[in-house]
């Protein structure tokens, strides 16, 4: 199965900051990586498919790169409600896996 | 809207089976292939398995965690979807999330709606 390691597993920034989650796959995935967001006690919501295609309704402020073994996401300019747990998704193969999750703090 | 809601959580014993339901609304529900992803308290998300479409064959995955012990199928006519779970250990505790899959070309699945989630209490 194919291992995906998100980094750091939480951090901390100021509103206004620029922010970047790292998620690294154990092998070569092209760019099928998805981001979801979860706010606690919600389900999960799209972001980003396609390591860089943004979903209809999600805020510009969100983007995706990355291809083969290394991803990021970027939050462009951190707002009060991004301050939930984000993760990765790999959808190269099954099975499916996803990172171990980011929780974004307000400093 | 897309809607999915999941039902049939609870308490059971190790052992035992369950069978969990979701029902969905808002969207052609034969065309999209259909996920169980599950959480178990205060973790992240595990993927439990999954069913394609008519179109692409019906099949099905699962997770290593879960495979020879857990089902899933559907009823387009009802546009639900079902993840049967036999023989329940203690480890299967979790929020279970029920989620619509996007293909690419039938071969490549991510989720693009899910559920609120019903809460598997195995103890």
């Known amino acids: 199965a194919i291992q995906l390691t998100q980094s750091p597993s939480s951090l901390s920034a100021s509103v206004g900051d620029r922010v970047t989650i790292t998620c690294r796959a154990s092998?070569?995935?092209?760019?099928?990586l998805a981001w979801y967001q979860q706010k606690p006690g919600r389900a999960p919501n799209l972001l980003i498919s396609?390591?860089?295609s943004l979903e209809s309704g999600v805020p510009s402020r969100f983007s995706g790169s990355g291809s083969g073994t290394d991803f990021t996401l970027t939050i462009s300019s951190l707002q009060p409600e991004d301050s939930v747990t984000y993760y990765c998704?790999?959808?190269?193969?099954?099975?499916?896996?996803f990172g171990g999750g980011t929780k974004v703090e307000i400093k | 809207e897309v809607q999915l809601v999941e039902s049939g959580g609870g308490l059971v014993q190790p052992g035992r089976s369950l069978r969990l339901s979701c029902t969905a609304s808002?969207?052609?529900?034969?065309?999209?292939?259909l996920g169980w992803v599950r959480q178990a308290p205060g973790k992240g998300l595990e993927w439990v398995g999954f069913?394609?479409?008519?179109?692409?064959?019906?099949?099905?995955e699962y997770a290593a965690s879960v495979e020879g012990r857990f089902t899933v199928s559907r009823d387009d006519s009802q546009s639900i979807a079902y993840l049967q779970m036999n023989s329940l250990r203690t480890e299967d505790t979790a929020v279970y999330h029920c989620?619509?899959?996007?293909?690419?070309?039938?071969?490549?699945?991510?989720?693009?709606?899910w559920g609120q989630g019903t809460l598997v209490t195995v103890s």
């Open positions: 989620s619509r899959g996007r293909t690419f070309r039938g071969v490549k699945y991510w989720f693009d709606s």
């Open positions: 808002g969207f052609t529900f034969g065309d999209y292939g």
């Open positions: 069913i394609r479409s008519k179109g692409y064959g019906g099949t099905t």
């Open positions: 092998q070569g995935i092209s760019s099928a």
């Open positions: 396609d390591a860089s």
């Open positions: 998704q790999q959808f190269n193969s099954f099975p499916l896996t």
